[in-house]
């Protein structure tokens, strides 16, 4: 009789989303009822899979995509695409057997042991729009110690290599209190403390110890993802049709502005032109934002709107602005403050964005910054798998 373990269907577990499994029981012939409680939908769905070995099979293959859902931590990392093993990684049709935890049962949710050693479970090679990719699923165990309960639970972490990309993701589902877990009845004060981020990099490890896939140094991911950073930001921060008009309205006057700085007020030499021009018309732009009355100009026709960007710029000098109360920050005058030393650097260290939710007709928030070699994603809330490849690709694809 299969049941889907305590770990993911628990209500506080948050792994399974209400519409989620109503529309997996609409898509298999199955009328939800929608005065259901969470726990009998997912009673629902447990009848189907008892139905029948090939409706149990339908019922685990949908449960190792919808893991892989929702709310995650994500971590990205370069390879070094130039390597034997890499390209070897490229040609390689089908992972050894051996790799396999269970070769006849390749499901998260499947009858499997798991312990307190990273396992993969299962691993596909796919030919998507974005060329092939190479997804491991693996999963552990880990002792959760909290305040109002202690429990042992199966932890999965997804990766996923894009070739095309050179590039390489890691997922998993954050928590709190977790340790590394232990057969042995041990004191919580002799527990080893883990992290979600640390759990993904152990399965980074596996594939650098397991295929010999080298990753890019560190100081290399912080220049290259900084930049795509940069990029993002950039795209998203264009300067309004409605800002630049008035901006062209008023070019004799800016340019007589300018004039009167660098020949009459500072007499300067006329080698700073370009740099002084750029500061007025910054100037400018900056008031004219500020003050225009409708901010939706700074929104509307975007995927995305920053509300927080950290930079450094080549002196050192840290800088955060956040614009508070979800407002776009290209409304907000710390943004020109400091647009000419990003500009300069073209580069960012960290942004938090508002991505729209097309499908939902909403916003969700997503924070981008770097963790050593990786750069690093967290959401404030569930996002469609959809959704999550459009922010994935906004960053990969950022040139």
């Known amino acids: 009789m299969f049941k889907i373990p305590a770990s993911f269907r628990d209500d506080y577990e948050n792994y399974l989303v209400m519409h989620s499994m109503k529309n997996f029981l609409l898509s298999n012939g199955v009328v939800p009822k929608y005065t259901m409680s969470r726990a009998n939908l997912v009673n629902q769905i447990e009848e189907f899979a008892n139905e029948s070995d090939e409706n149990l099979e339908i019922v685990l293959d949908w449960l190792d995509e919808v893991l892989k859902e929702g709310i995650k931590h994500i971590h990205i990392r370069k390879a070094n695409t130039n390597s034997e093993c890499w390209k070897k990684l490229i040609e ?165 502005v300018v004039d009167t700085i660098l020949g009459e007020i500072c007499e300067i030499d006329e080698k700073y032109r370009d740099d002084l021009e750029a500061d007025v018309l910054n100037l400018i732009e900056k008031y004219l934002s500020i003050s225009y009355p409708d901010k939706n100009i700074f929104i509307d026709g975007r995927d995305a709107y920053p509300l927080k960007i950290i930079a450094t710029d080549e002196e050192e000098s840290h800088l955060e602005q956040a614009s508070g109360l979800e407002k776009p920050l290209q409304s907000k005058a710390i943004f020109f403050d400091n647009k000419k030393m990003m500009q300069k650097n073209q580069k960012c260290d960290g942004i938090i964005f508002s991505f729209e939710d097309k499908k939902k007709k909403g916003r969700f928030k997503v924070e981008m910054k770097m963790e050593r070699t990786d750069c690093f994603l967290r959401s404030n809330g569930y996002i469609s798998e959809e959704e999550l490849q459009n922010v994935l690709f906004a960053i990969i694809e950022a040139e």
């Open 92 to 256: 390689m049709k089908e992972i050894p057997q051996k790799l396999l935890l269970n070769p006849d049962c390749r499901h998260i949710c499947g009858n499997n042991k798991y312990d307190e050693n990273v396992k993969l479970v299962k691993c596909e090679k796919r030919e998507t729009n974005r060329g092939t990719v190479l997804s491991f699923y693996f999963a552990e165990l880990i002792y959760i110690h909290g305040p109002k309960c202690e429990k042992t639970i199966i932890y999965p972490i997804f990766i996923d290599i894009y070739f095309k990309y050179g590039l390489i993701t890691g997922r998993a589902k954050s928590k709190t209190s977790m340790c590394l877990y232990s057969k042995e009845k041990v004191n919580f004060e002799e527990r080893v403390t883990t992290t979600t981020s640390k759990e993904i990099k152990r399965c980074f490890e596996f594939l650098a110890k397991t295929f010999g896939i080298e990753y890019i140094k560190q100081e290399d991911a912080n220049e290259y993802f900084k930049k795509k950073f940069y990029i993002l930001l950039n795209k998203y921060t264009q300067t309004p049709e409605i800002i630049k008009n008035k901006i062209e309205e008023k070019s004799e006057k800016n340019n007589k």
